[in-house]
């Protein structure tokens, strides 16, 4: 019976059909522009799935110190993982502290150094 049914088949705007790759990116660009987060975010790998397609928000782990970073909520769009910003305790101990040069090298990696 299905072999008879012509299903629909995801595509941009041209026309121009989107694998998954497609689709995982322009999801995590739309969490980036939807999220309210004010510090910055980094592009990175999943501990889940392994996507490339997750960001953390990161904040200084100690202000008077700021020698390293602490994720603040991470979300991936491959998986689902969303650990959101209350529960910022679940999301240091899922991806643990950033080391700041670490973090230099990620933003300067995303041209936004």
Known sequence: MHRDVQFPEPSDSDGWLDDNSDRDYKTIKSIKRD??????????????CGSINAIVGIDFYEQDNPKDMVPKFIKC?????????NDEYLAEKHFGIIPLKTVEEIL???GEL
Request: some cysteine; aromatic content about 4%.
């Open 77 to 85: 769009a491959v998986c689902g993982l969303d650990i959101e910003e």
């Open 108 to 110: 300067d990696h995303m």
């Open 35 to 48: 999220t309210k987060w004010s510090g910055d975010i980094l592009d990175v790998d999943c501990k889940i």
